[in-house]
């Protein structure tokens, strides 16, 4: 059994380019969530996704927003990327429960 | 407002001896703890959770955390460490989340680096 997929694993961008990330969550899992991990901190909660709507959300900007599909699949985007963007993405998937994270996501913004 | 406090960003042990890894949280409502475990350039992997069951939990890879609600605190502990058990460590606590059963948001501590020397 696949656990929660994410890719690519790394990116680089340059200042006010947008970025697209990607995550498969666990099969069987439903609701998708995603964070953000400066280095050397802990993870920051960005949003989370069930039935497609977004239904928590973090303190980010609008510049960070995300998507769910009819297959439970998700996608980050973020807008005008600005160097503190850099960090690693971590999306977790999960069913009524715990929350299982991927491998993430390392995004460098030059 | 939910949050988490772990003293201690290093902490470095010798191999076989005892792991104490300190998490303080602070929550308005009962709250759900986690530990979660990162090994260098992965993701998080889940180590033990309290959810409002029994007071110790027992997780993976020998370790164990118990609930203090008078303390406020989820501290982990594994008997004997292990080279294997070096790794960055983070507490979380989450809310219930809405539409019922479902956990909300995880509100991570800032870790703790474990260092095991030979």
């Known amino acids: 059994d696949a656990g929660v997929t994410q890719s690519p694993t790394h990116l680089i961008k340059t200042r006010g380019q947008q970025v697209t990330l990607r995550c498969s969550p666990k099969?069987?899992?439903?609701?998708v969530s995603w964070y953000q991990q400066a280095l050397g901190q802990g993870p920051q909660f960005i949003f989370q996704y069930y039935e497609e709507e977004e239904r928590q959300r973090g303190n980010f900007p609008d510049r960070f927003s995300g998507h769910q599909f009819p297959n439970y699949s998700s996608e980050l985007n973020v807008n005008a990327l600005l160097l503190g963007d850099s960090a690693l993405y971590l999306c977790?998937?999960?069913?009524?429960?715990?929350?299982?994270f991927g491998p993430g996501t390392r995004l460098l913004v030059l | 407002a939910q949050s988490v406090t772990q003293l201690g960003s290093h902490v470095s042990v010798s191999e076989g001896a005892l792991v104490l890894l300190r998490c303080n949280y602070s929550s308005s409502v009962p709250p759900y703890l986690f530990w979660y475990v990162q090994y260098p350039n992965q993701g998080l992997q889940l180590l033990l959770k309290?959810?409002?069951?029994?007071?110790l939990v027992k997780g993976i890879n020998g370790f164990e955390a118990e609930f203090k609600k008078s303390e406020t605190s989820f501290h982990l502990t594994k008997p004997s460490a292990h080279m294997s058990d070096a790794a960055e460590y983070f507490c979380a606590v989450s809310d219930q989340g809405t539409g019922g059963t479902s956990y909300g948001k995880l509100t991570f501590g800032q870790g703790t680096i474990l260092t095991v020397h030979p």
């Open positions: 099969s069987g899992h439903d609701t």
């Open positions: 309290y959810t409002s069951a029994a007071t």
């Open positions: 977790a998937s999960s069913f009524g429960g715990t929350q299982y």
